[in-house]
């Protein structure tokens, strides 16, 4: 069965610091990749995904994801993060031959300091 | 656009009572899902739709749970009876026709109390 582990489960940084978040997915077969952010009190939304091409992917809000296939990853970066960073980040994984089934990780909180 | 439509956002009630959720998903998109997320479980799919059709209802806990699509711009998502351990928030999400390389665009939620 597919799975997704995000290492971290509360990341705390100061402003202007850099983000690295971990995503490892279980799967043999092609995937397509995600990751979605969930502001306090509001909807998932998507910031970044990977299907084909270029693994570096650049999303929204400067941030960029890198699919490394031999490792099964899909870490999500920032450079330079800031206090509007502060929201849960979810990555997640579809196989492309099982239509749209997403499998989410548990999820890393991150809390930007002022 | 709209987005996904989810209500109500909020619903308190008490054990053993009916509840009902529902979901009106983006206009054209063809595919709807259902998640629930806990802080114990994390986001879980409950269960998808491809062209008002259940795919996979394997994420449905129990008998208890029941999902509905009788139209394209239509699901609901019924608990009966409801019990404190279904409180958590209910998301919907829906896509487009790309398939699996689509985005799933989600709603609100719909944060469940059951008391």
């Known amino acids: 069965a597919q799975s997704v582990s995000q290492h971290n489960h509360h990341v705390i940084l100061s402003e202007a610091a850099s983000l690295e978040l971990g995503c490892n997915y279980s799967?043999?077969?092609?995937?397509?990749l995600f990751w979605y952010v969930q502001y306090p009190g509001q909807h998932l939304q998507l910031l970044l995904k990977?299907?084909?091409?270029?693994?570096l992917v650049k999303g929204i809000k400067g941030f960029e994801a890198e699919f490394i296939k031999s490792k099964f990853s899909f870490n999500l970066r920032k450079p330079s993060v800031q206090w509007s960073d502060t929201a849960e980040y979810f990555c997640?994984?579809?196989?492309?031959?099982?239509?749209?089934?997403?499998?989410f990780g548990q999820g890393t909180e991150l809390s930007v300091k002022p | 656009d709209a987005g996904v439509i989810q209500s109500p956002r909020h619903e308190v009630t008490e054990m053993g009572q009916e509840v009902t959720l529902r979901c009106k998903p983006i206009?054209?998109?063809?595919?709807l899902f259902w998640y629930r997320q806990t802080m114990m479980r994390g986001l879980e799919l409950l269960i998808y739709?491809?062209?008002?059709?259940?795919?996979?209802d394997s994420g449905m806990p129990e008998d208890r749970f029941s999902a509905k699509m009788p139209n394209a711009s239509f699901s609901t998502l019924k608990i009966q009876p409801s019990e404190p351990r279904d409180s958590a928030v209910y998301f919907c999400?829906?896509?487009?026709?790309?398939?699996?390389?689509?985005?799933?665009?989600f709603g609100p939620g719909t944060r469940l109390t059951v008391l």
């Open positions: 999400a829906s896509r487009g026709s790309g398939g699996s390389t689509d985005t799933q665009y």
């Open positions: 739709f491809n062209n008002n059709v259940p795919i996979d």
């Open positions: 997640a994984v579809n196989a492309r031959n099982q239509g749209g089934k997403l499998i």
């Open positions: 206009s054209g998109h063809n595919s």
């Open positions: 799967y043999g077969g092609t995937v397509n």
């Open positions: 990977y299907f084909s091409g270029d693994p």
